[in-house]
């Protein structure tokens, strides 16, 4: 069944520790996006990708980073970890037109201590 | 500035009664409307999307509506259950842009009691 996944669903890490969200689908989608959301509050864009090898920085400043080595890949990582960076993170894709076909993965709630 | 504003930001409903969501936008050039449902801890899942041209969608118990020219948009939901216990959010995209920039509102938690 066509869908897109996010691994871990929730991680509590100590400060300073890189760590990888992982999000895959499986529907061809070309663009993939990493949104973040706090609790009450709005879904914020903050990386997204065209396609294989394109990816753009969202409007909500972040200091993670991403990459697109496959179509269907679009990991994000924190090279060091702060307490400022716990909040959900949610991965989605879309078909080609983009405004149509817009699924989100069920997310990862990520805790730095 | 293109905003989504939603209300109320929160409702509480007893089992089997009805209620209306309200959605108001600013988004120009606007392409389309979504409702989603989310449930905690979970990512969204689409309810409804409408374009310009449609002013009623429904999807079960759930029914949308949209004004295009006074830009608003509600969502009735009928004969409530439990598990419509969620956040429901508003998001309107626009069409002036190849990415289809979507705009979020803020959701409005919705409580059903037994």
């Known amino acids: 069944e066509a869908d897109i996944y996010q691994t871990p669903r929730y991680l509590v890490i100590g400060t300073g520790k890189k760590i990888t969200l992982e999000c895959s689908q499986t529907?061809?989608?070309?663009?993939m996006y990493w949104y973040q959301q706090d609790p009450g509050m709005e879904l914020h864009l903050i990386h997204y990708?065209?396609?294989?090898?394109?990816?753009e920085k969202g409007d909500l400043s972040s200091e993670s980073t991403v990459s697109r080595i496959r179509t269907e890949h679009f990991p994000l990582t924190l090279e060091s970890a702060r307490p400022s960076h716990t909040s959900q993170y949610l991965c989605?894709?879309?078909?080609?037109?983009?405004?149509?076909?817009?699924?989100f993965g069920s997310g990862t709630r990520l805790t730095v201590v | 500035k293109n905003q989504v504003e939603q209300s109320p930001q929160s409702l509480i409903i007893l089992e089997g009664k009805n209620c209306t969501l309200q959605?108001?936008?600013?988004?120009?050039?606007?392409?389309?409307l979504r409702w989603y449902k989310q449930d905690t801890g979970r990512g969204p899942v689409s309810l409804t999307i409408?374009?310009?041209?449609?002013n009623t969608k429904s999807n079960g118990r759930y029914t949308a509506t949209l004004d295009a020219d006074t830009k608003q948009s509600s969502l009735h939901i009928t004969a409530s259950q439990l598990s419509d216990s969620a956040s429901y959010i508003c998001?309107?995209?626009?069409?002036?842009?190849?990415?289809?920039?979507?705009?979020f509102g803020r959701g409005t938690q919705l409580t059903v009691w037994p």
């Open positions: 989605a894709s879309s078909n080609p037109q983009g405004h149509y076909g817009y699924t």
């Open positions: 529907m061809g989608h070309d663009k």
């Open positions: 990708s065209y396609g294989v090898n394109s990816t």
């Open positions: 959605c108001n936008y600013t988004v120009s050039p606007f392409s389309n």
């Open positions: 409408m374009t310009f041209s449609e």
């Open positions: 998001v309107v995209s626009d069409r002036g842009s190849t990415l289809g920039r979507l705009y």
